[in-house]
């Protein structure tokens, strides 16, 4: 039984030069202590349908257009502020994306860390203060009993990445939703923070959102994929089968993006062209334009394509020109 199963979610954007429908119809689930990945460009729309899930995005311009995403026998597209106070940051815990500007600078990480604790779990100022000391050390902050009153600039990169895996999992949510965590860290640094959330969920049971744009990290991290493009997923499957089988041409070029695939001394290959303008409207395949189709390959799609069910789990987008090289 998922803990959360999103279907048909849209979200849309309004804006001087028209409507962007940043997420145009996604579905998946979420299942307790898997880590289901979501992976794509930047610009793909990964941020915003996670965001839309806890209405965080801003209302205007942003809209929620429609869709379901069932947890805890709630809609929680459906929910008003106030009831959605009560999810976030307990319920569902969320890494943001760039841990240098998502902590309060002006605030000591003790303030920050015990807020969750007061407000959801109603403790004491001191109670809270000795569960935000015991986090700390549960994700490998040294010293913590000294560290915690340090204000964020006091912290390397990685270590303010460690705070907000702890200010995240603090309330032991049932989802955590990692936004792109390692992004702004150096690779050693990365490898810590990906084994801490894999620790940490395994400890918890907690079910994993893992939004990246690194197919290599995705490898590491995820027993389910979902790969986004413009607005909408155009290939999924568990991690094993996706790459091993990749269908999609999209699927197909970022697995060549990956420079650990490259041949030494070879050009890096990056995929040509850019992403669609979302906001002047996507009709048919949205990857048309960057597909490297061999000369007789089929069209491409000219209405918008569902997915279709190509073997157990493993769902494509029904476009024969994406489809070409493999079916």
Same mark, same amino acid.
């Given at each position: ?74 809609? #929680? ?35 920050? &860390? ?14 809270? #203060? ?38 995240? /999992? ?23 923070? #990906? ?58 070029? /970022? ?22 303008? /979302? ?27 569902? /997915? ?14 994406? &489809?070409?090289?493999? &079916?």
């Amino acid at each position: 039984m998922p803990v959360l199963e999103v279907k048909d979610l849209k979200t849309s954007f309004y804006t001087r030069d028209g409507v962007v429908k940043a997420v145009d119809g996604i579905s998946f689930s979420v299942e307790a202590g898997q880590t289901v990945g979501i992976v794509g460009e930047s610009g793909s729309g990964k941020s915003v349908a996670c965001y839309s899930l806890l209405q965080l995005i801003p209302q205007p311009p942003g809209r929620i257009e429609g869709g379901t995403a069932l947890f805890d026998g709630l809609d #929680l597209l459906s929910l008003s502020e106030t009831e959605m106070r009560k999810i976030r940051g307990e319920k569902i815990g969320l890494i943001f994306q760039d841990p240098m500007t998502s902590l309060n600078p002006y605030l000591r990480i003790s303030t920050q &860390l015990i807020e969750p604790l007061q407000i959801h779990r109603g403790l004491g100022k001191t109670e809270a #203060l000795e569960k935000a000391i015991a986090e700390l050390d549960a994700v490998g902050i040294p010293d913590p009993h000294k560290r915690i009153h340090s204000y964020p600039h006091e912290f390397s990169g990685g270590m303010r990445q460690r705070v907000m895996i702890a200010m995240a /999992l603090i309330t032991r949510p049932e989802i955590l939703i990692a936004d792109e965590p390692t992004t702004a860290l150096d690779v050693t640094i990365q490898r810590q923070v #990906l084994d801490l959330i894999k620790t940490r969920q395994e400890e918890l049971g907690t079910a994993v959102i893992f939004i990246t744009h690194d197919l290599a990290v995705v490898s590491e991290v995820c027993d389910y994929v979902n790969v986004m493009y413009a607005g909408r997923f155009v290939e999924r499957a568990d991690v094993k089968t996706l790459f091993s089988e990749p269908k999609h041409a999209y699927t197909r070029a /970022l697995q060549r993006s990956i420079p650990a695939m490259q041949t030494k001394g070879e050009r890096l290959y990056t995929i040509p062209g850019l992403p669609p303008n /979302l906001s002047a409207g996507v009709s048919g395949c949205a990857f048309a334009p960057r597909c490297e189709l061999p000369t007789d390959a089929p069209e491409h799609a000219q209405k918008s394509p569902p /997915l279709i069910e190509v073997s157990p789990s493993h769902w494509v987008q029904d476009c024969p020109g994406c &489809l070409s090289f493999s &079916l």
